[in-house]
């Protein structure tokens, strides 16, 4: 089992960047696949991006390309969300998740375990 918390929102101006953290506890990090989220006030849960067990390979959403960047770091039981050129209709609570099985889909109800969320609102 792991539990994860989310860090790292906040408010910021349309084309500001915020980077996000997701701290994992636990010994074996290294053996989930991890996976970014985001709820919209009355919108369903969205796939942002995701990231294998090594780190070697990553899927994002179309509209995520370009603009965001997932990584991680075993060592420090954590994943990142670098997000850039941010626009208001990147306002979302934004949740990480954790999956043990391998893969690195992009379905939410693939993953195990989820953290708390952290609220990202950009302004216009």
């Known amino acids: 089992q792991v539990q994860l918390v989310e860090s790292g929102g906040g408010l910021v101006q349309a084309g500001g960047s915020l980077r996000l953290s997701c701290a994992a506890s636990?010994?074996?990090?290294?053996?989930?696949?991890m996976g970014w989220f985001r709820q919209a006030p009355g919108k369903e849960r969205e796939f942002v991006c995701s990231?294998?067990?090594?780190?070697?390979?990553?899927y994002y959403a179309d509209s995520m390309k370009g603009r965001f960047t997932i990584s991680r770091d075993n060592a420090k039981n954590t994943v990142y969300l670098q997000m850039n050129s941010l626009k208001p209709e990147d306002t979302a609570v934004y949740y990480c998740a954790a999956r043990s099985k391998m893969g690195i889909p992009s379905r939410w109800s693939y993953y195990d375990y989820w953290g708390q969320g952290t609220q990202v609102t950009v302004s216009s």
């Open positions: 636990g010994r074996t990090f290294s053996s989930y696949s």
């Open positions: 990231i294998d067990r090594s780190g070697s390979n990553t």
